[in-house]
């Protein structure tokens, strides 16, 4: 499941061209690129970045109402096995995690998976 959100999340960005970089979906979904790169989110973790941030809220939040999105449970579990476990910041708007849900989704559904 890890391997395919991750090549799921690869296709969908790279579905934006280069002038589409400033488009809000593809805005809203680079800080699920850290669960890519470990090396990369440990770095982000140790200087809490703003992406590093926003990463942690999407997970904490789908974690809270986790009843409302059971397709989630398998794929949390596996982050936490990587050391990523969500935490509250509050710099994501219920609309950005809305919106990241709705992708993450469409990637457990292999909407973007080749």
């Known amino acids: 499941m890890y391997r395919i959100v991750c090549e799921s999340y690869?296709?969908?960005?790279?579905?934006?061209?280069?002038?589409?970089?400033?488009?809000?979906?593809?805005?809203?979904?680079?800080?699920?690129?850290?669960?890519?790169?470990?090396e990369q989110y440990k770095k982000e973790k140790a200087k809490e970045t703003l992406r590093y941030k926003k990463l942690e809220d999407f997970i904490w939040y789908v974690k809270k109402y986790i009843h409302n999105y059971q397709c989630f449970k398998a794929f949390l579990w596996i982050l936490e096995s990587r050391g990523i476990k969500g935490q509250y910041y509050?710099?994501?708007?219920?609309?950005?995690?809305?919106?990241?849900?709705?992708?993450?989704?469409?990637?457990?559904?292999?909407s973007y998976w080749n």
């Open 10 to 38: 690869i296709n969908y960005m790279n579905d934006f061209k280069e002038k589409d970089k400033d488009n809000y979906r593809y805005q809203v979904m680079l800080p699920l690129g850290l669960i890519m790169d470990l």
């Open 90 to 110: 509050g710099v994501s708007t219920e609309e950005e995690l809305i919106e990241q849900i709705k992708t993450t989704k469409m990637f457990l559904k292999l």
